[in-house]
């Protein structure tokens, strides 16, 4: 079995400046001026006009003598057209720090903006590892949603619209300058949506965890984040109470946080040709994955599984028997329970592509973190299991 060294023996671990609580929202406008902004670039979408986060923000603004442009041409997926139109809109309205109030898609076109107005072309330019010269402007996240993490990463997902593929941007010069949660905006996240989220988070934090760049850093961060999903992801999608969403907020930034600095696996690196081919809901087909990459990962992360199933509110005997059963149970119960999508088919998903799936998927930067080798027939394997 082809188990790979943990060689990152040095870890680095970055993260921005956070704010986290319910109606911190309103400190939006201070935090931009703090900044130095003067003409704030608020890019977002309608959903989170409609819930009236939006109009919340823009209070906020313009409560701290700050005028804002309002972008909203951003949809699920941010597609590569939406942010190079959003670059020139922010150089022709002379706008000088960047929000990002939303999902990962509104939290990745910002980015994305943010880049090209600093470092000029076009975005696919930037895709890989530190492709980045020059800073981009001062940036602020919100995220409302349960899981994306971007808020607090390292890391930028574009859709490319030509070859239908999505990808990623990585870069310390992305991480924002200040994450901002208040999971009071989790209120008017619609159901089916708490819980693609949630399990994205869940993947982040698993994947996290059994990387092989993983830290002490990274995992603390890892099992926090699971011990909150673990506790609140059913009663958050059935009873919508806001203890559990703010929980699940911060399962999200946790998990955020551990990704972001360890990287992620096969869960991802499928993911993203998977999204980019069916332009698919991204937690969604996490959860379809995770089960089967999960059993995939089992036999190579051992040692690690006891604290894995500690986090997910089960005692494993001393000698860790029990815990490999465990663990792979209560994600798999834990997802059934919250109503998870299980199987790629119901997502749409063609079997014909599974070895352009798997060919993509080979090339994706979240593969070098795999605890476990993959290749294209592995791969394939893999999202038979998960049909
Ligand atoms: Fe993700």
């Known amino acids: 079995m082809e188990k790979r060294a943990n060689t990152f023996s040095h870890c680095k671990f970055e993260v921005p400046e956070i704010i986290f609580g319910r109606g911190l929202l309103a400190q939006v406008g201070s935090c931009a001026k703090r900044l130095g902004g003067k003409r704030i670039f608020l890019v977002s979408d309608r959903g989170l006009f409609e819930a009236g986060w939006v109009d919340q923000v823009m209070r906020s603004l313009l409560e701290e003598g700050l005028s804002f442009v309002y972008y909203d041409q951003v949809t699920c997926n941010p597609r590569d057209f939406e942010v190079e139109d959003g670059a020139r809109e922010y150089i022709r309205q002379r706008a000088d720090v960047i929000v990002g109030l939303g999902g990962g898609s509104a939290m990745d076109a910002a980015k994305g903006i943010a880049i090209l107005v600093a470092n000029g072309g076009r975005i696919r330019d930037y895709e890989g590892c530190d492709k980045i010269h020059r800073p981009i402007p001062p940036l602020v996240l919100c995220p409302t949603t349960c899981g994306t993490g971007s808020d607090v990463s390292q890391f930028a997902i574009i859709n490319d619209t030509v070859e239908r593929r999505k990808f990623t941007i990585m870069s310390r010069c992305v991480a924002p300058d200040i994450s901002l949660s208040d999971p009071d905006t989790l209120e008017t996240l619609p159901d089916e949506h708490v819980c693609s989220t949630a399990t994205d988070a869940l993947s982040h934090a698993v994947e996290a965890y059994f990387s092989v760049a993983a830290s002490s850093l990274t995992d603390v961060n890892a099992l926090k984040a699971l011990n909150c999903i673990a506790k609140s992801l059913v009663p958050a999608v059935k009873e919508r109470r806001p203890e559990d969403l703010e929980n699940l907020a911060r399962a999200s930034l946790h998990a955020g946080m551990a990704f972001s600095n360890s990287l992620l696996g096969i869960v991802h690196a499928l993911a993203h040709p998977l999204g980019g081919l069916y332009d698919t809901n991204h937690g969604s087909v996490n959860a379809a994955l995770l089960p089967v990459v999960l059993r995939y990962d089992l036999p190579v992360v051992r040692e690690k599984l006891p604290e894995l199933a500690g986090a997910l509110g089960f005692q494993v005997a001393r000698d860790a028997s029990g815990a490999k059963e465990r663990a792979q ?56 299991k998960a049909y």
């Open 329 to 384: 149970d209560s994600i798999e119960s834990l997802l059934d329970a919250s109503g998870a999508t299980r199987s790629l088919k119901s997502l749409g998903v063609n079997r014909e592509d599974f070895p352009e799936l798997a060919r993509r998927a080979t090339k994706d930067i979240c593969l070098v973190t795999s605890p476990r080798e993959a290749d294209e027939e592995d791969l394939v394997a893999i999202l038979e």
